[in-house]
């Protein structure tokens, strides 16, 4: 198969739906497909990059490190075209995404969609939430998904979101997946770990307790801070490392002031990527309490590094964390500190067996083998709807004649 992906984030710039992005198209061609990246132009991006294509855009309204498409239609539907695709998978419901739509209607060719983000918990970034509002991202959303083939829902959070917008289209849920060995990183030593530890301050005796996200309100890390004098209460010897940058930053660390706790929290700030599975191993446990996530990578990747997740639950966490050695969900901001509390004071086993079978369920290989078998129902599913439409009008004239024979 020839596939384009349309979408308006795609590296330089760092989010979870660009790792996303670039793991399937990975996994994609490893199977002998072709992909090509239709995206938005970022003037941090190399000058040649092989398989994408971007067109003109613009700084994203209260996101300005994202950009939007605004034009390239007749553009992409010629590159389209002459790569002669076979199906376009949109990854997003603006710019870039409605060009894919426009695309795929033109070439009469499958158009899949991932609903990545729940829009509804951001919100409050444009104009404070004044302006657009719970009602209108239903509306979009159901109107945009129900002009496409079929939707991957990477949870089922995301799917039970979609039928109560009223979205009808095919769906299935398709969890992303991740370079294991990224992760696991087998060459990563007892004493490369020591070494990031010591950097931070924190000796053998000590907990990391590891928060790894974009710092912005959504992410709900305030609920860790304000636990932490709680955790600190019983675990003295906890230390929180809280790793990522975002425009929230300054709040968190005003709020650990407060809290008379800010010798006991450290903000690390964004790390390079190769050095991100370093400070997953080095942490004796990871946790969150996130309810804006769709599904999450930070989580399946510290479970591919080998740390305990102690986090805010939902279907696809409560279902990813299957047995204690993995870690374990809690219900509520509340409940975070004691969760981790009785957690550490389990001291649970680690259990091989349980992580290796978790491992290829989380796994890039899977993701790219669900999305293919997905992609395959779809174009069967969109050559059935063709066909219906072809013979619709032959159904109408017999119903005619058969109403004038019958008067």
């Known amino acids: 198969m020839k ?3 349309f979408s308006d984030t ?3 710039q760092v989010s979870g739906v660009a790792t996303s992005i670039k793991t399937l198209k990975e996994e994609l061609e490893k199977n002998g497909h072709e992909v090509y990246i239709f995206t ?3 003037p941090n991006a190399d000058k040649f990059e092989e398989d994408v294509i971007r067109m003109p855009s613009v700084p994203f309204v209260s996101f300005k490190d994202r950009r939007v498409v605004v034009r390239g239609m007749w553009y992409a539907y010629l590159i389209s075209k ?3 695709l076979d199906l376009i998978h949109t990854h997003t419901e603006f710019g870039a995404g409605l ?4 695309v795929g209607k033109k070439m009469k060719i499958p158009v899949i969609h991932t609903y990545h983000t729940m829009y509804e918990d951001y919100l409050h970034y444009i104009a404070k939430g004044k302006v657009l509002r719970p009602a209108h991202v239903k509306y979009f959303s159901r109107v945009f998904a129900n002009h496409t083939t079929g939707v991957v829902c990477p949870s089922e959070r995301v799917i039970e979101t979609l039928r109560s ?3 009808v289209t ?3 849920i398709i969890p992303t997946g991740i370079d294991i060995e990224k992760f696991k990183r087998s060459d990563i030593t007892a004493e490369m770990t020591q070494e990031v530890r010591s950097h931070l301050g924190i000796n053998e005796d000590q907990l990391m307790i590891l928060s790894l996200s974009r710092l912005s309100y959504e992410k709900n890390i305030q609920a860790i801070i304000q636990g932490f004098p709680k955790v600190l209460d019983s675990l003295p010897n906890a230390r929180l490392v809280i790793v990522g940058k975002g425009p929230y930053m300054e709040s968190l660390q005003e709020m650990a002031v407060e809290l008379a706790i800010s010798e006991y929290v450290q903000f690390v700030g964004e790390v390079p990527n ?3 599975a370093l400070y997953y191993k080095a942490a004796d446990f990871f946790v969150s309490t996130s309810t804006s996530e769709t599904q999450g990578l930070t989580y399946t990747e510290a479970m591919a590094a080998g740390t305990p997740l102690v986090v805010e639950g939902n279907a696809y966490l409560n279902h990813l964390i299957s047995h204690p050695s993995l870690g374990e969900t809690f219900d509520s901001d509340e409940a975070f500190p004691q969760a981790l509390i009785n957690y550490v004071n389990k001291s649970v086993q680690h259990d091989e067996s349980v992580l290796q079978e978790k491992l290829f369920e989380i796994s890039s290989t899977h993701f790219g083998e669900e999305m293919i078998s997905f992609y395959q129902d779809m174009i069967d599913y969109h050559e059935q709807q063709l066909m219906q439409k072809e013979l619709e009008p032959s159904i109408e004239k017999i119903r005619v004649k058969l109403s004038s024979l019958k008067k």
């Open 170 to 172: 095919p769906m299935r």
């Open 99 to 102: 060009l894919g739509k426009m």
């Open 165 to 167: 917008y009223g979205v």
């Open 10 to 12: 795609y590296f330089p």
């Open 274 to 276: 190769d050095e991100v």
């Open 82 to 84: 002459e790569l002669e």
């Open 3 to 5: 596939i384009g992906f």
């Open 40 to 42: 938005t132009s970022d």
